[in-house]
């Protein structure tokens, strides 16, 4: 009778778990459409970068404003204007993607940033969260967490050293 009972408990669990709806995914093709996101980013295709956008795509970058991605690009090409170089590193990267409760699915991306500060040659490493919506193949909410404090310390020390070299110059 115990044996009945434990293969009649083993048997519901195993159902139970085999009928589980998949929620998360380490490949699909919207986990695909980040990867190219990224590509184009490190390339600097900002042509290609923006398809990646729905017409009505909302962004969210450290703020919980929204931005359309147009103006995402702008504020991207002016951190980036002061960079030698960009990109995210091929190592330590990771893509997943989740199905919620409402049956929406949003990607995870968590990446490594490293640029190159043009007037000093210092090196940047930043950590990089997104999490993006995907509808029919495009990108209609992105949320996106990184810490911008020693990027923009770089650049106010660089600005604040133009201005000494100017004062002592006009002196």
Same mark, same amino acid.
């Given at each position: 009778?115990?044996?009945?009972? *434990? ?7 195993? *159902?139970?778990?085999?009928? #589980? ?9 919207? *986990? ?22 729905? !017409? ?9 404003? !929204? ?13 980036? #204007? ?18 919620? !409760? ?16 043009? #007037? ?52």
């Amino acid at each position: 009778m115990k044996k009945i009972l *434990i293969v009649c408990v083993a048997t519901v669990f195993f *159902i139970s778990c085999k009928n #589980a709806e998949q929620k998360y995914f380490s490949s699909s093709p919207e *986990i695909d459409e980040v990867k190219a996101l990224v590509k184009d980013y490190n390339a600097g295709d900002w042509n290609a970068w923006m398809t990646h956008y729905a !017409d009505t795509a909302k962004v969210h970058h450290n703020t919980l404003e !929204d931005s359309t991605p147009a103006e995402l690009l702008e504020g991207l090409k002016g951190l980036l #204007a002061g960079a030698s170089s960009y990109g995210f590193t091929d190592k330590d990267i990771f893509y997943e993607m989740v199905i919620d !409760d409402q049956g929406e699915k949003w990607v995870n991306f968590w990446g490594t940033w490293e640029g190159t500060i043009a #007037a000093n040659n210092q090196k940047l490493i930043i950590p990089v969260h997104l999490t993006l919506q995907l509808v029919n193949g495009k990108i209609v909410e992105e949320h996106g967490y990184y810490d911008l404090s020693e990027y923009l310390a770089v650049m106010q020390k660089i600005e604040s050293e133009m201005d000494e070299e100017e004062e002592v110059m006009e002196k």
